[in-house]
Nanobody, 125 residues
Framework: QVQLEESGGGLVQAGGSLRLSCAAS????????MAWFRQAPGKEREYVAS????????DYADSMKGRFIISRERAKNTVYLQMNSLKVEDTAVYYCAATGLDSIAHRNTADYDLWGQGTQVTVSS
């Protein structure tokens, strides 16, 4: 069973950058497609980006395209989310998630089997 642990959140000014990491335990990491979601106070959990098992195909929510980059490093069992040009509205708890589904990009929380505890990102104006 893979366990996920996020890190890298914090406080940043609007226009700044942060890189989130999601470290996965277990030897089956490479069999999972991975994603990032986020949840702001009082809002539903929202899809951010995903990356397929191979790492060769990525997908982004429209509002993140051109600003966020998802990547994975097999040797470290880690998925990253590089966030640039951050906006106040990016403030949320960011969650890493894993799914065994890999045929297409999955944007629905129900498609993901495993979740991390989340890391807080706060963007100030």
């Amino acid at each position: 069973q893979v366990q996920l642990e996020e890190s890298g959140g914090g406080l940043v000014q609007a226009g700044g950058s942060l890189r989130l990491s999601c470290a996965a335990s277990g030897r089956t990491f490479s069999t999972y497609a991975m994603a990032w979601f986020r949840q702001a106070p009082g809002k539903e959990r929202e899809y951010v980006a995903s990356i397929r098992r191979s790492g060769g195909t990525t997908d982004y929510a429209d509002s993140m395209k051109g600003r966020f980059i998802i990547s994975r490093e097999r040797a470290k069992n880690t998925v990253y989310l590089q966030m640039n040009s951050l906006k106040v509205e990016d403030t949320a708890v960011y969650y890493c998630a894993a799914t065994g589904l890999d045929s297409i990009a999955h944007r629905n929380t129900a498609d993901y089997d495993l979740w991390g505890q989340g890391t807080q990102v706060t963007v100030s104006s």
